[in-house]
């Protein structure tokens, strides 16, 4: 007979190793998470990918965009690739508030179609792969040219076609990159959209390949596994986007589910957001990815044995001294110069003409092209023929200037190149304000360049005449051509005194203000000087973050002086540029206010902080052990900021062997956000019968909202008699997706005393200017 003993030696080693399981789970559950992600992305990856046609599909889309760049014959786009991020446009509608505040969001404005500052200072941004898993399956990247939209299209579709990247919803998808002259071409050949689209492609795949692409991408669609990278919409006039939106809308209407990423200028965008496009603004390179950019450019080059390492480490050392702002493609063009010994000076369009006159075309040449493109623009615009290519283009023949195949499908590398040389013969007065109010940035460039060159004088005479909008408008692009400071100060004395008005909204100020930030250092300094000692506090804030983006050995004194000014925004904005700035004596005035300061103080100074991946980083680490719970609570905004592995484990920590209560609830309510799906990345949007603020307004004015309808007059009496959170909140609605009755009740509201609604009233009547007009 068994009798039951208790062993309590076996009982404690039990204990034991069951306690020490736990800890190690516990401790190592983040790697483990990663290691069963990876472990499930690859058994899921085997499962889908199970043709060997589609396999080598996916490799061919790999081959084609490592070579589709500017020096794709010398490096793989991985070699020099830096990710692109984007910043959602349009804020969440129908989604709770975001519990935590971001300092970025309170501080720094984000301009459309000028996100200098929002990417500086690191404004919460998605990759399109983020935003595509996780988000509105339509996109539409903004950008202006050279900002990087094409190599964000080529990143996105060969991550996807090689299943590099963490979304395992997308795994299955097979990517399609097309671009639109080719598409167009096409669809006027067939009726068939699809077959349109599998024609295109067709040319970026391998012999072997081609025969089969109709039966596979046919087969994705069906099984509603298809991405369309649609490239080039940026390129074709004002006409030409409202036909291929169109043909879009009809594709969208036989496949609904397929997913769709394209772009476009900030000029024109046609009625893709009524098409429940997301608008997104592409980021510009902040001082990291530059730096990280020149370092790969650097590895890169010395592979090629071009120079001795010596020397490109010398060159490499002088281009990271550089505080101009500029483009990928102006980067690359900037650093091709600088190591093939060709003094340019960093100045956008200064680079691009340096491209051409590097190449063998003389002066007759020169004017041969410039009234074939002139002549290509106007026809364009007025919906004619284009006329034949003159001989001269054989010149240009090459990857750096003019995308093969050969004509009829001519087409250049970047579209700037074609308002150089309209540029290069005066631009008839009858054409002028045909191409100034088109539109479409090849024209507009063509104009205000060829009266730069031809008649200076008509220029200035011309910018005296214009309103502050169109000057706005213009602004960025005139802050790039005109050659001296004397050209520029009839513009910048114009664009100050909007950005001193506090009668204009908000907006159109820090517009005016972005725009100058394009200057030299030396020619923006003084009016950041300037606005750094305003009354205004909103003209205070501007001055810190444009004070943020000078040189790293500027003097701190006025950012030190914002960081006792009494306005919460002003000093967020000086801690904002002093880690920007990043030298030691900077980054130590942001630790003392983490340490030293008022709460609000040491809030903003944490999560700024968070903006500097290297030493900020490693400071709100040690931060979060502080002796203060203060501080340490203050460094639950910057990790919830930075949203990394480390940060997260250390949030973690903190919710569960923090002792202040305060403290340890802010972290598990931290972890909590962070857990939960981002409220932040943009989603198709609701139904107007779904929206809280509809439903509420609708109620206390007694009307119903009807589901699946537009509920158009509802939301005109919103905009009309609402409450100012609710003509705000319709404002942003509206944003992007004109409609004609709306826009004298947007005018109407520019003249509010309410300075934010007049911001947001702006904000709206530029979206509805870049659309297709209501029909």
């Known amino acids: 007979m068994n009798v039951w003993r208790f062993d309590l030696r076996s009982f404690l080693l039990g204990v034991l190793s069951s306690t020490i399981l736990f800890f190690l789970i516990h401790r190592f559950r983040n790697l483990l998470d990663s290691l069963w992600q990876t472990i499930q992305s690859n058994l899921q990856s085997s499962l889908f990918v199970r043709s060997n046609l589609e396999v080598q ?57 000028d996100p200098l500052l929002a990417s500086s200072y690191r404004t919460k941004s998605y990759s399109v792969l983020e935003i595509l898993a ?142 429940d496009f997301s608008p997104l603004s592409i980021c510009m390179w902040d001082k990291t990815d530059t730096r990280m950019f020149l370092e790969k450019w650097q590895e890169g080059w010395k592979k090629t044995n071009f120079a001795s390492p010596e020397e490109i480490d010398l060159w490499t050392a002088w281009a990271k001294q ?63 023929t284009p006329p034949s290519p003159p001989g001269a283009l054989d010149k240009l023949f090459s990857d750096e200037f003019i995308v093969k195949p050969p004509p009829p499908e001519l087409r250049f590398t970047s579209p700037i190149y074609i308002s150089l040389f309209a540029s290069y013969i005066p631009i008839e007065q009858s054409d002028r304000v045909t191409f100034l109010n088109s539109k479409w940035a090849i024209a507009v460039q063509a104009v205000l360049l060829s009266l730069l060159r031809h008649e200076k004088e008509t220029l200035h005479f011309e910018l005296d005449r214009i309103s502050d909008d169109q000057l706005i408008d213009l602004a960025r692009i005139l802050t790039s051509i005109l050659p001296s400071l004397e050209d520029k100060k009839q513009l910048i004395t114009r664009l100050v005194n909007l950005i001193r008005d506090d009668q204009k909204p908000k907006y159109l100020r820090a517009k005016a203000y972005s725009a100058l930030l394009h200057l030299p250092s030396e020619e923006r300094l003084p009016l950041i000087k300037l606005l750094l000692q305003s009354k205004e506090a909103f003209l205070r804030q501007l001055g810190a973050l444009g004070y943020g983006l000078l040189r790293s050995e500027i003097e701190l004194q006025p950012l030190l002086n914002l960081l006792e000014d009494p306005h919460l925004n002003c000093f967020q904005a000086a801690c904002l540029a002093l880690v920007n700035i990043g030298t030691a004596p900077a980054l130590d005035a942001v630790i003392s206010a983490l340490i030293h300061g008022h709460d609000r103080l040491k809030d903003a100074a944490a999560q700024s902080l968070a903006n500097d991946p290297m030493v900020g980083h490693a400071i709100l680490r040690e931060a979060a052990q502080h002796e203060d719970p203060r501080v340490r609570k203050a460094c639950i905004g910057g990790l919830l900021r930075i949203n990394s592995t480390w940060s997260k484990e250390v949030l973690q920590q903190m919710a569960i062997e923090e002792k202040a209560w305060l403290v340890k609830d802010a972290a598990a309510n931290a972890v909590t956000f962070l857990d ?81 609604l007049r911001s947001t009233a702006y904000q709206t009547l530029w979206s509805f200017k870049v659309c297709r007009k209501p029909r």
């Open 57 to 113: 599909l996916r490799k061919d889309l790999i081959r084609f965009c490592q070579k589709e760049h500017l020096l794709g014959q010398m490096f793989a786009l991985d070699d020099l690739l830096i990710s692109t991020r984007c910043i959602p446009l349009l804020s969440a509608t129908g989604v709770d508030e975001v519990p935590f505040e971001d300092v970025t969001a309170e501080v720094v404005p984000v301009i459309f179609d």
């Open 134 to 275: 996780q988000g509105n399956s339509r996109l539409i990247l903004l950008g202006e040219y050279g900002v990087g939209k094409t190599t964000a299209l080529l990143e996105a579709a060969m991550k996807i076609a090689r299943l590099d990247h963490p979304y395992p919803s997308l795994y299955t998808f097979l990517p399609l990159y097309v671009h639109a002259t080719r598409f167009m071409k096409e669809l006027e050949k067939r009726n068939d959209i699809i077959a349109a689209l599998i024609e295109s492609a067709r040319e970026f795949f391998s012999t072997s390949v081609r025969r089969s692409i109709p039966g596979i991408a046919r087969k994705a669609l069906r099984e509603q596994r298809m991405i369309l990278f649609l490239d080039g919409i940026d390129e074709i006039p004002p006409q030409q986007v409202d036909r291929l939106a169109d043909t879009l809308k009809t594709l969208l209407q036989q496949h609904p589910e397929i997913k769709i990423v394209t772009v476009a200028t900030p000029n024109y965008l046609s009625d893709f957001i009524a098409m």
């Open 322 to 384: 550089e505080s101009a702002i500029l483009t990928p493609l102006e980067w690359t063009l900037f650093l091709l110069f600088l190591y093939s010994k060709i003094p340019t000076p960093p100045r956008p369009f200064r680079l691009y003409e340096t491209c051409l006159q590097s190449t063998p075309i003389d002066h007759s040449d020169n004017k041969e092209i410039a009234g074939w493109t002139v002549e290509i623009i106007k026809n364009y615009l007025q919906n004619g």
């Open 676 to 756: 939960a799906p981002d409220p932040r990345i943009p989603q198709k949007r609701p139904e107007t019968a779904r929206l809280p603020w509809l439903i509420q307004f609708a109620a206390q004015k007694g009307i119903g909202l009807a589901p699946g309808k537009s509920n158009q007059d509802v939301l005109l009496l919103a905009l009309e008699e609402g409450s100012p959170e609710i003509q705000q909140a319709a404002l942003e609605f509206l944003q992007f997706t004109p409609l004609e009755l709306a826009i004298p009740l947007t005018e109407k509201l520019l003249g509010s005393s309410n300075q934010d």
